[in-house]
């Protein structure tokens, strides 16, 4: 009876440990398959890649790119959400060959995490004094829990969505020297 007893036990220990390393292994692909997928919404920039609103080279800003994919496959970089809204906004004015709605997917960079995410799911921070590329900034998150740590860490003025954002605030963000007057 007691060498049954201890067999059993030993076999309960193996499938234990197997169950475990089977759990470990399976979390790791669900990790994998996560970075994969989020691998695969983002087209990688080369260094060559300008934004094509202002010019400026895409690259050298890691922390603030922005991306809108294209129907056809093709994308195009910003260095900055301002950029990026421009030209949803009036893509004709910056290439003639696009439209609104031959946009496919737009991505932002969470400031936090540095994880693309869906420019309609983030939350943008407006009239903080962390500055971008080209001085204020609209800074994304992925929920309005880390937007609102950051306004309150960082002096924001507000938080909004993406459909809150127009070219008149667009504005008022360009020409802020040191503060921004919202109203």
């Known amino acids: ?41 983002y087209i990688p ?22 991306q809108i994919q294209f129907k056809d496959g093709s994308y195009r970089s910003f260095d900055g959400m ?43 921070v407006v009239g903080s004094d962390v500055l971008g590329p080209m001085g204020h900034e609209l800074i994304p998150f992925d929920s309005k829990r880390n937007a609102d740590i950051f306004s309150a860490d960082h002096n924001g003025l507000k938080i909004l969505q993406f459909n809150q954002i127009n070219a008149e605030l667009l504005d008022k963000l360009d020409k802020a020297k040191k503060t921004i007057h919202l109203e």
């Not at 007893?5 to 309960?12: G, H």
């Not at 031959?102 to 932002?108: M, W």
Request: charge should be positive; aromatic fraction near 14%.
């Open 82 to 124: 301002k950029c990026m809204c421009r030209f949803v906004n009036n893509p004709g004015k910056y290439e003639s060959s696009k439209k609104k709605q031959d946009i496919q997917l737009i991505l932002v960079r969470d400031y936090y995490t540095l994880k693309f995410i869906r420019h309609d799911k983030a939350f943008y």
């Open 45 to 66: 920039i080369t260094k060559k890649d300008r934004c094509v609103v202002c010019g400026m080279f895409v690259h050298p800003y890691q922390k603030w790119i922005t």
């Open 1 to 41: 009876m007691n060498q049954n007893y201890k067999n059993c036990i030993s076999i309960l220990f193996c499938v234990c440990i197997s169950l475990f390393f089977v759990t470990d292994l399976w979390s790791l692909d669900l990790s994998r398959k996560k970075k994969n997928a989020e691998r695969k919404l």
